[in-house]
């Protein structure tokens, strides 16, 4: 236990985590009200999907009026709910991005270890990539995966109390996606690291050109760091778009998966159309959520790495 607690102390990546949930509790009363609007916005947006099984089945069987009626309201309820979030969100994005990065660069400055404007580029760069990295994950952290893990919950309970099979399946479904997520970003971490790496060097280099117009050897820095982050950032797109492909297919045929056992059970499960309707829903919308969490993990990774550069490149 003494190990694992001195290897958490000093590894780059668990103080990354820590400082974004320091983050997150310092403004715990914000984070709840966050995760309290997200709560209702989350089912305040199946709900339509639920009306619309409801209005597919009454069309034959009843007077669909009354559902016309709260399928309207639901679909003006869920955007209003949206759009508290986004402010919430954003206003505890702004006041942590503020007091972070006020932390964060005065804390280099007392270090008093960049003399010159080079280096003192390369370290305000390097500082400024990490706050982005601590205020965005927590942003991302509340906004995206929080929804999403909701939103997974209520479908999986829905789907497990109308059938156990078929709630088993669709949370299988999304296993391998969420595999894929983790192992494609454990090979992107290399790239990812040079990616920040590079980037505060060409801030120092591109400042120090600018600062001495006649420092040929400057100049000839620049180049270099430009031409290798270009490199850095073809190599980096081409595999990161190869990896979110692969994993929205297997999404989608997952998804399709669970449609197809659906329909092999219709008949004894005695499904409507209108059950039908709202598994697609349930399913498209929870895919839908879960690409947006993934692309946002991905993101979070990337947040990750520009802190390592930070914590040991800068040594800050």
């Not at 305000?124 to 990539?129: K, S, W």
């Not at 280099?205 to 073809?234: C, H, M, P, W």
């Not at 980096?236 to 092999?264: D, H, P, T």
Request: with cysteine.
């Amino acid at each position: 236990r003494r190990v694992l607690a001195d290897e958490m102390a000093i590894n780059s990546s668990w103080q990354f985590v820590r400082d974004v949930v320091r983050l997150i509790w310092e403004y715990r009363w914000f984070s709840l009200a966050i995760f309290l609007v997200t709560i209702v916005q989350e089912f305040a947006a199946l709900w339509p999907v639920s009306l619309l099984g409801q209005f597919i089945d009454r069309l034959t069987e009843g007077d669909p009026a009354g559902v016309i009626w709260l399928l309207i309201l639901a679909s003006f309820l869920y955007p209003g709910l949206v759009r508290a979030n986004v402010v919430l969100r954003h206003k505890l994005f702004y006041e942590t991005d503020f007091r972070k990065m006020v932390e964060l660069v005065l804390k280099v400055s007392d270090r008093g270890e960049y003399q010159d404007t080079e280096s003192a580029a390369a370290a305000y760069t390097r500082a400024a990539n990490a706050v982005s990295g601590i205020t965005n994950a927590a942003y991302h952290v509340l906004g995206s995966f929080t929804p999403v893990i909701i939103k997974i919950a209520i479908v999986s309970a829905s789907l497990l109390a109308y059938n156990r099979s078929l709630g088993l399946v669709y949370l299988a479904s999304l296993l391998i996606p969420a595999v894929m997520t983790v192992v494609f970003n454990r090979r992107l971490r290399v790239l990812l690291d040079s990616q920040y790496s590079v980037v505060s060097r060409t801030s120092g280099a591109g400042i120090k050109t600018i600062s001495d117009r006649d420092n040929l050897t400057a100049r000839d820095k620049f180049r270099e760091a430009l031409q290798v982050r270009r490199g850095i950032y073809i190599s980096l797109v081409s595999k990161s778009q190869f990896y979110l492909y692969a994993r929205e297919a297997v999404l989608v045929g997952s998804q399709f998966l669970v449609v197809l056992i659906a329909l092999g059970m219709r008949q004894e499960l005695g499904m409507t159309p209108g059950d039908f309707a709202k598994i697609i829903g349930y399913m498209a919308q929870v895919a839908a959520a879960f690409l947006n969490a993934a692309a946002c993990l991905d993101a979070i990774v990337s947040y990750s790495r520009a802190y390592h550069i930070y914590a040991t490149v800068g040594k800050d």
